[in-house]
């Protein structure tokens, strides 16, 4: 009888654990882009940008891209955003070793051995799927190890600003342009490395705050003047999916924290920049009927994020527009 009360209670603890990964991306989803990966780079919308101080693993490729992506024999697996075990990859590995725990116990449910029966016991298989997370987690280690050791010999060969800037870019991590992708288009090979300026930055960092001001109003026209037509749009698409639920996303006390620039290109008649950012904000979910925040909401948070930002060749910092958001693998 002892036995089968601690089986229950196995099976009910496991039921909650799995519940709560669940419900774990819809918590940690909120912000401006879902904390998500979109936008386009230009021509290196399907390469990694290079890793920097403030976010020294890679960045996550994108989900959603006006972008095509490159064909099959100008970008392989390896020169993906994210690299071989990074991004959307490397969640769907940790997603399906959850999915397996799940998945083992319940097939011992049905077939009468218990949550913790069936398929050679279900011990067996945390074990093999535990010695399957370590093989995938040292290799990711290395591999971000390797990529971050290229992207700092690479460093360096940039404009760095004026020691009088104060901005939270230079006074904690310096700027250094780094090498092109490898899987960058044939556009993007023949693009030009440019110097990024200290109002540069500070634009960076005025678009940071501002965008996410607006984005908390559902200003939509405010957003359309300080982002890509293509970022505007998932923007847009985001807040009529928060109307649909009855929340509003309200976001206060943005402040950055640390920042520094991946890279720096001339692409035919536009300019890149993708800067990497770590910064605080107060993330609140509302309900749009009653102004209470909603079960889950994240409220103080921080996070670090890689933002591109495009402007007409030429033009002066006052052009740039936000291009692309991407999260850290």
Do not use: C
Not at 6 to 32: D, N, V
Not at 80 to 99: D, H, M, N, V
Not at 259 to 278: F, I, K, N, P
């Amino acid at each position: 009888m002892s036995r089968f009360f601690a089986l229950k209670r196995g099976s009910l603890i496991s039921l909650a654990l799995a519940t709560l990964l669940a419900l774990a991306p819809a918590i940690a989803e909120a912000r401006m882009g879902g904390g998500g990966s979109f936008g386009s780079r230009g021509g290196r919308s399907w390469s990694a940008p290079p890793s920097t101080r403030t976010m020294p693993g890679q960045a996550s490729p994108f989900e959603r891209s006006g972008t095509p992506r490159p064909t099959p024999g100008m970008a392989g697996p390896m020169s993906q955003p994210g690299g071989l075990f990074g991004g959307s990859l490397g969640r769907g590995l940790l997603g399906g070793l959850a999915g397996g725990l799940l998945g083992a116990g319940l097939f011992g449910l049905l077939t009468g051995n218990g949550l913790l029966g069936g398929m050679g016991g279900f011990m067996s298989v945390i074990g093999l799927l535990l010695q399957i997370a370590l093989v995938v987690f040292l290799a990711r280690m290395a591999f971000n190890w390797w990529t971050r050791r290229n992207a700092n010999a690479m460093a360096g060969a940039g404009h760095r600003p004026s020691p009088g800037f104060t901005s939270p870019f230079t006074a904690r991590a310096p700027f250094g342009a780094a090498g092109f992708g490898s899987g960058a288009s044939p556009e993007a090979a023949m693009a030009t490395p440019i110097k990024i300026a200290a109002d540069d930055f500070n634009a960076f960092e005025r678009l940071l705050g501002e965008s996410q001001a607006a984005y908390s109003r559902e200003d939509l026209g405010a957003l359309r003047g300080m982002s890509t037509p293509e970022m505007a749009s998932y923007f847009d698409d985001e807040l009529e999916e928060n109307r649909r639920k009855g929340v509003i996303n309200r976001v206060s006390d943005v402040k950055l924290l640390q920042g520094d620039l991946s890279e720096a290109w001339r692409e035919g008649v536009d300019e890149y920049a993708t800067v990497a950012m770590r910064f605080a904000l107060n993330d609140v979910i509302e309900d749009r009927a009653t102004g209470k925040p909603a079960p889950g909401s994240p409220g103080p948070t921080e996070t670090s994020e890689a933002w591109t930002f495009r402007r007409p060749a030429g033009a002066g910092s006052q052009e740039w527009k936000l291009s692309a958001i991407q999260q850290a693998a």
